[in-house]
């Protein structure tokens, strides 16, 4: 069965500084993409950035960029010039390319600091 | 605004009851996913239904069961609650027709409270 780690329970950042948040997942799949989701207070799951297996370009949305390792399995969330905005916890999810399904690592709550 | 309704926002019932939660898709995506988002349990897939048909099923009890109408609004009822179901329920949806991608956007959730 896939499964989806997030390490890092708490994180924090100085506005306008870079940070990154970690996640691991486990597969032997070779067909999958993986998510980045934001959860700010309001509880609204909003997509942040995707990444498909079978690309190795590194996805990049604005100022949200991925560190996508495929053989390490790794696929980490790098925020720069980090806003008040960005204060949220953030799911990394995976999702199989023969269901669709998401699954869910626990989050990392990140606080911004102004 | 994902495009993806849910009504209601907030719930309130007692053990034992029957809600229904229910949810709109974005225009045009054929098909909608139930999450539930609680604080032992996580972000867990409940059950997918696409264009009116059950496609997949996860960690969703017997008690709880959900379809999808022929305007491919869904409904998910729980039944004989208990304070564990107490949770965060997610609606989203994906799949417009054509579409290469299935990211699946979410809806604001309802909030269930067991007393």
């Known amino acids: 069965a896939q499964t989806v780690t997030q390490s890092q329970p708490e994180m924090s950042v100085q506005e306008a500084e870079t940070v990154t948040l970690s996640c691991t997942y486990d597969?032997?799949?070779?067909?999958?993409?993986l998510f980045w989701y934001k959860q700010p207070p309001s509880r609204q799951m909003i997509l942040v950035i995707r990444q498909e297996a079978y690309k190795q370009q590194n996805a990049t949305e604005n100022r949200f960029s991925v560190n996508f390792q495929k053989a390490a399995k790794s696929f980490s969330l790098k925020i720069s010039d980090s806003q008040l905005g960005d204060a949220a916890m953030y799911f990394c999810a995976y999702r199989s390319g023969a269901t669709n399904k998401l699954i869910f690592g626990t989050g990392t709550l990140l606080a911004v600091q102004p | 605004d994902s495009g993806v309704t849910q009504t209601p926002k907030h719930l309130i019932t007692a053990t034992g009851q029957r809600v229904t939660l229910r949810c709109s898709p974005r225009?045009?995506?054929?098909?909608v996913y139930w999450y539930q988002q609680s604080l032992d349990q996580g972000l867990q897939f409940l059950i997918q239904?696409?264009?009116?048909?059950?496609?997949a099923k996860g960690n969703i009890l017997e008690r709880f069961s959900a379809q999808q109408f022929p305007d491919l609004h869904s409904e998910l009822n729980l039944s004989s609650l208990e304070l564990g179901d107490s949770a965060l329920y997610f609606c989203?949806?994906?799949?417009?027709?054509?579409?290469?991608?299935?990211?699946?956007?979410f809806g604001p959730g309802t909030r269930l409270t067991v007393l």
């Open positions: 239904y696409y264009n009116g048909e059950e496609r």
């Open positions: 989203a949806s994906s799949a417009r027709e054509g579409a290469i991608t299935d990211t699946q956007y």
């Open positions: 225009s045009g995506d054929l098909s």
């Open positions: 597969t032997s799949e070779s067909d999958y993409y």
